[in-house]
């Protein structure tokens, strides 16, 4: 999650600067000492953009590869835009470099990358910011560490049982196939993300899904603690 801040606040800075620039070189008709120095940092920067926009575009597709859940529409209208950006970026790179005839297109083409950048970025990192979904995931991991200490003697014959009634009817146990949205179980405390939510396998982390669901799943608020405990147990043997 830091990590997408972190990629979303780079690309949303360097495409500040990529217009900024741009405007510089050629918004004004006077004062054209620094035209070099200007047209280089455009360049420099636009290739640092590229190169942390495909960062980010690798890392989504590893993790959507991960994950067998069907996209959501925010996600495809996402993926829909940073594909335009690529392109529409790689047209701007061939005006400047071999079609020299559609030169002054490029311009418009670069506002048109700034712009998409701010809808790309908004339907992802935006949208979990506005939502509070960082928010959320703090606060929750508090929670879960106090019903822990409260709870060491975990029993798993009870998880077991709770299990085969409150969540077998969704959840495989012997296989991480899907049954229809629910991932199968087998195995998920040796993973090293969850299947559906992409969060980090942690004790907090799987108590949280079952108190507050990622999406789909219902909540089981009215379990107690200890039946929580003895069902992350049974889940652990998997
Ligand atoms: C009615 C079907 C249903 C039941 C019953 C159900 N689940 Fe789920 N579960 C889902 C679905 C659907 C998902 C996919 C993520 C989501 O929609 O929240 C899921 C996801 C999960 C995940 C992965 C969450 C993630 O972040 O990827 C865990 C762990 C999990 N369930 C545990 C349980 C446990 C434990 C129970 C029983 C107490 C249970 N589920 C009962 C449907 C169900």
């Known amino acids: 999650m830091i990590l997408k801040l972190s990629i979303s606040l780079l690309l949303i800075i360097l495409s500040f600067i990529a217009a900024y620039t741009m405007f510089e070189i050629f918004g004004k008709t006077e004062r054209r000492k620094n035209m070099d120095i200007l047209k280089k940092i455009h360049r420099i920067n636009g290739r640092f953009f590229f190169i942390v926009f495909l960062f980010g575009a ?14 959501t529409p925010r996600a495809t209208l996402h993926a829909f835009s940073a594909v335009a950006i690529f392109l529409i970026f790689s047209l701007k790179i061939l005006f400047i470099k071999y079609y020299k005839q559609f030169y002054s297109y490029a311009k418009l083409i670069g506002v048109l ?8 970025l908004a339907f992802s ?3 979990s910011l506005v939502t509070g979904q960082y928010s959320k995931n703090f606060n929750t991991e508090a929670v879960g560490q106090q019903m822990i200490v409260a709870n060491k003697e975990a029993n798993v014959e009870n998880g077991k049982k709770l299990y085969a009634q409150l969540c077998a009817s969704c959840h495989y146990t012997d296989k991480k196939d899907f049954k229809r949205a629910a991932p199968g179980l087998q195995g998920i405390f040796k993973e090293k993300y969850l299947p559906s939510s992409k969060k980090a396998v942690t004790v907090e982390n799987v108590i949280n899904q079952i108190k507050n669901p990622y999406k789909y799943m219902p909540s089981f608020n ?5 039946q929580i405990n003895d069902i992350v147990s049974y889940l652990k043997t998997l």
């Open 113 to 120: 990358v700034v712009l998409l950048t701010f809808n790309l």
């Open 222 to 226: 009215d379990l107690t603690d200890s």
């Open 125 to 127: 990192t935006g949208y």
């Open 58 to 71: 690798i890392g989504c597709i590893y993790m959507l590869s991960q994950s067998r859940a069907e996209l």
